[in-house]
């Protein structure tokens, strides 16, 4: 079984400014996928940012990026400049690698983010 | 791309009813999820479709829900004999392949009355 901890119910930045969402998770799978997804009041969730486990290189997108330490079964999400736009609930979710282990993804119970003008 | 589209968007009903709901996904996505979302939590799996074949159910999935997906293109999802504790949004996701991201639609708010 796999299980995802997000400790920070909620966080608040100014923004332009930097915030950390933290994320740390279980799993007994050597290889699987990690993922931040964001979900806007009444909105659909969207995806953030993907990283496979058996990269050592921490993904990016634009604003986004994260911090994913292995040995540590952490997965943080950096978001940088932070726009009115990014207010949300960030989801951070683990989903297998191999077929065998299934394809559903777990999600841990969520992080809003508040963003202040 | 027009994206997952889900039908219909709110849901109310009396307990005891039975209720549908229908999810197309994107189309050349031969993979669709469904996933419960209770206020204030992250979704929770409950059943993956490869084409037409339920490959993966969750517990959570009891007897009074079944989900379709005929000839690989929309399906549906059934609850009957509603509860109270059944009241959530039901999310809908497909994906192009295992190792593409999932990509979700708006989902079901469901309210039991």
């Known amino acids: 079984a796999q299980t995802v901890t997000q400790s920070q119910p909620e966080m608040s930045v100014q923004e332009a400014e930097t915030v950390t969402l933290s994320c740390t998770y279980d799993?007994?799978?050597?290889?699987?996928?990690l993922f931040w997804y964001k979900q806007p009041p009444s909105r659909q969730m969207i995806l953030v940012i993907r990283?496979?486990?058996?990269?050592?290189q921490n993904a990016t997108e634009n604003r986004f990026s994260v911090n994913f330490q292995k040995a540590a079964k952490s997965f943080s999400l950096k978001i940088s400049d932070s726009q009115l736009g990014d207010a949300a609930m960030y989801f951070c979710?683990?989903?297998?690698?191999?077929?065998?282990?299934?394809?559903?993804?777990?999600f841990g119970e969520g992080t809003q983010l508040t963003v202040n003008p | 791309d027009t994206g997952v589209s889900q039908n219909p968007r709110h849901k109310i009903t009396k307990r005891g009813q039975n209720v549908t709901f229908r999810c197309d996904p994107i189309?050349?996505?031969?993979?669709l999820y469904w996933y419960r979302q209770t206020l204030g939590q992250g979704p929770e799996f409950l059943t993956y479709?490869?084409?037409?074949?339920?490959?993966?159910k969750s517990r959570l999935l009891s007897d009074r829900f079944s989900a379709e997906r005929p000839k690989g293109s929309f399906s549906t999802l059934e609850i009957q004999r509603t509860e109270q504790g059944d009241s959530a949004m039901y999310l809908c996701?497909?994906?192009?392949?295992?190792?593409?991201?999932?990509?979700f639609g708006d989902g079901t708010r469901l309210s039991i009355l």
């Open positions: 189309s050349e996505h031969n993979r």
């Open positions: 479709f490869q084409n037409e074949a339920q490959l993966e």
């Open positions: 979710a683990i989903g297998p690698f191999r077929e065998t282990s299934g394809s559903r993804l777990t």
């Open positions: 990283q496979e486990a058996y990269k050592q």
């Open positions: 799993t007994s799978e050597s290889d699987y996928y």
């Open positions: 996701a497909s994906s192009l392949g295992r190792y593409q991201p999932q990509h």
